[in-house]
């Protein structure tokens, strides 16, 4: 069964630190660019952060650009989201997609529409 399973997310304090897990299976982890995206409630999906297949290439969205950092084990089918210098702005549900096209060579701002498989996703809350 193709399935990406989120956690790690919880309640941290203004300036804290979390870190996301997004853990694959069902299919070949490697060979696919994922993405971490996010969503406040009443708000639409925003994207934050895509890493190509071989983890070299990284992009973020300029709001978390130096506070947050995306990696992956594919020995382990996991992606990371290191959130540092948390804000209330980064409270959300955080969600990580497979990109149905596969990997790219150049991480960028992929098309939401572009993912076909997400997960349950994590709460973030961030108390100030």
């Known amino acids: 069964q193709v399935q990406l399973v989120e956690s790690g997310g919880g309640l941290v304090q203004f300036g804290g630190s979390l870190r996301l897990s997004c853990v694959a299976s069902?299919?070949?982890?490697?060979?696919?660019?994922m993405t971490w995206v996010r969503q406040v409630p009443g708000k639409g999906l925003e994207w934050v952060s895509t890493?190509?297949?071989?983890?070299?290439?990284?992009s973020y969205t300029g709001p978390v650009k130096g506070r947050f950092t995306v990696s992956r084990d594919n020995a382990k089918n996991t992606m990371y989201l290191q959130m540092k210098s948390l804000k209330p702005d980064d409270a959300a549900v955080y969600y990580c997609?497979?990109?149905?096209?596969?990997?790219?060579?150049?991480?960028?701002?992929?098309?939401?529409?572009?993912?076909?498989?997400w997960g349950q996703g994590t709460q973030v809350t961030v108390s100030s």
């Open positions: 997609a497979r990109y149905f096209g596969g990997d790219v060579r150049t991480a960028s701002q992929l098309r939401l529409g572009d993912h076909d498989i």
């Open positions: 069902g299919f070949t982890f490697s060979r696919y660019a």
């Open positions: 890493i190509n297949g071989g983890g070299q290439s990284t």
